[in-house]
Nanobody, 125 residues
Framework: VQLQASGGGLVQAGDSLRLSCEAP????????MSWFRQAPGKEREFVAAVSRNKNTLYADSVKGRFTIFGDNAKTTVYLQMNSLKPEDTSLYYC????????????????????WGQGTLVTVSS
């Protein structure tokens, strides 16, 4: 079982970027899918989550700028990132959990049992 993350790149402040995370059908239909990010020298932090029922949760730092959504046909979860800032520069990871976005524990990386490889997002000022 693997999660395939992609879509990172180098952009300028204010630009947009869309990350993708392809998951096996069983994962996509049974788990909450999330994005985390980790900047150099910092802890991995929660970004956003979407449940199979399309309920979502966002970190305050990205609320209003990022949107997480899934495509059932492609079993892919996306992270649409708009109005990017230099502080968004990080390695972005997708992951799965049994927790609901309504559960505050969904932001805890220890509750995730499968992670994709990171995709690097660099935002220049």
């Amino acid at each position: 079982v693997q999660l395939q993350a992609s879509g990172g790149g180098l952009v300028q402040a204010g630009d947009s970027l869309r990350l993708s995370c392809e998951a096996p059908l069983r994962t996509f239909s049974s788990y909450t899918m999330s994005w985390f990010r980790q900047a150099p020298g910092k802890e991995r932090e929660f970004v956003a989550a979407v449940s199979r029922n399309k309920n979502t949760l966002y970190a305050d730092s990205v609320k209003g700028r990022f949107t997480i959504f899934g495509d059932n046909a492609k079993t892919t979860v996306y992270l649409q990132m708009n109005s990017l800032k230099p502080e968004d520069t990080s390695l972005y990871y997708c992951a799965r959990t049994r927790r609901s976005p309504f559960d505050s524990g969904v932001a805890s990386k220890g509750l995730y049992d499968l992670w994709g490889q990171g995709t690097l997002v660099t935002v220049s000022s």
